[in-house]
């Protein structure tokens, strides 16, 4: 029952996103054999719901429209919506027809991107949403945002930086808990769609955000007639950014769209209750901490501690000048028995290096006299370990 129920459902919004945007005889098949299987009523009023809203979806797509921009901004928010259902369902059917429907579902929705290349510039669909959100609006507030965007790819969640004493691990893993399914298996795993949430002070001060929720569609490229522009400026910057229409104190984007294809354009206002944003500017915070950090004390402290985690050999003072010299020759006993390879015979090594104690003052200075005496020559310098096993036992 639930297989079949998932099928309608499915086929139901499809239908809708194909040609005649309504419902055809397949679905009214499906709609039949669900009936003759005993389904409860509860169940048959769900299919009766979805064909209804089919059925509406039809007559709208019969109005007449202006402009074919608009039939593809449609197409595609049925494609996100049906995308949506469709994972919400995924539990009442089989995985591989789960992910065949999902295969073509993104294809559909590849191919409507790839159609947007003659979109017209005041077509608000493919201009970037910006939604300014911060931790003091609340789990539940946040949960709700997370779930009505997700999926989108122009829609982004930005936060101005993280909560005081909050790291970005412990960041990233709240968020993730807020849009994550309650019921995530390995098997959901590659189909999930999160929102696009990131952090970006600058954005904040370039549109000059400073409570939440709000809602920015912006023109990047400054390509609209209708935009609005604004100067900003800073040590390193002096632009301008635009947008075609911002409105606070809500955080339902298709809102907002739906007024600009209106032709509301500009500065909407306030239409709810607006919060202030809990988490300072990141980039005021690094700039801060780099400012106060003492640079000098952590090189001292870098250069003290170099050698001293590192793994080296430590050997003995020599007592004796001596002159020894090293055969590297290898006689191989397997495979080509007896073969004998002398490496220095197939790569020369011409270099000259220099093993000694880097702590003792007499062998840095037979170092610093020998290398004085031959200006012409390379040397490589192997230190010896300068931090013996007992000190690092003591430290």
């Not at 106060?292 to 870098?302: G, L, M, P, V």
Request: proline share 4%; with cysteine; charged share 25%.
């Amino acid at each position: 029952m639930k297989k079949t129920l998932l099928a309608v459902l499915t086929v139901s919004l499809l239908s809708a996103g194909n040609s005649g945007y309504g419902v055809d005889e397949k679905t009214d098949e499906l709609i039949e054999e669900a009936r003759n299987q005993n389904i409860s009523a509860e169940d048959m009023n769900t299919i009766s719901e979805i064909k209804a809203e089919s059925i509406r979806m039809t007559d709208l797509a019969k109005q007449e429209v202006t402009s074919s921009s608009v039939k593809k901004a449609d197409e595609q928010s049925l494609l996100i919506q049906t995308k949506k259902t469709l994972y919400e369902l995924r539990e009442t059917m089989d995985p591989e027809t789960y992910e065949k429907m999902l295969t073509s579902l993104t294809e559909m929705e590849k191919s409507a991107a790839d159609n947007t290349e003659n979109v017209s510039v005041d077509d608000p669909s493919h201009y970037p949403i910006y939604i300014f959100a911060s931790q003091s609006m609340g789990d539940t507030a946040l949960k709700s945002l997370y779930s009505s965007v997700a999926g989108e790819s122009n829609v982004f969640i930005i936060f101005r930086g993280i909560l005081p004493g909050e790291s970005l691990a412990s960041f990233s893993e709240r968020q993730h808990r807020l849009y994550k399914p309650e019921k995530d298996t390995e098997s959901e795993a590659t189909t999930f769609f999160p929102p696009n949430i990131q952090i970006n002070p600058l954005l904040f001060r370039q549109y000059n955000v400073t409570d939440v929720p709000q809602i920015i569609i912006a023109d990047p490229d400054q390509q609209n007639r209708n935009s609005t522009c604004m100067p900003y400026a800073d040590e390193a910057d002096s632009s301008e950014v635009c947008y075609l229409s911002r409105i606070s104190g809500i955080s339902n984007h298709i809102y907002l769209r739906e007024e600009v294809k209106k032709d509301r354009y500009g500065n909407l206002g306030k239409l709810g209750e607006v919060l202030q944003i809990s988490e300072p500017d990141m980039a005021e915070e690094m700039k801060k901490r780099a400012m106060a950090y003492d640079w000098n004390k952590a090189a001292e402290r870098a250069r003290n501690n170099f050698f001293r985690d590192r793994n080296t050999v430590s050997l003995p003072m020599a007592i004796y000048r001596k002159t020894r010299y090293l055969d590297p020759t290898i006689t191989i006993n397997e495979d080509v028995r007896g073969m004998m390879i002398n490496p220095l015979k197939q790569t020369l090594m011409t270099g000259k290096y220099i093993v000694f104690n880097a702590v003792n003052q007499g062998e840095i200075k037979q170092v610093a006299d020998c290398v004085a005496e031959h200006p012409d020559d390379s040397f490589t310098f192997m230190i010896n370990d300068i931090y013996p096993k007992k000190i690092r036992h003591l430290s």
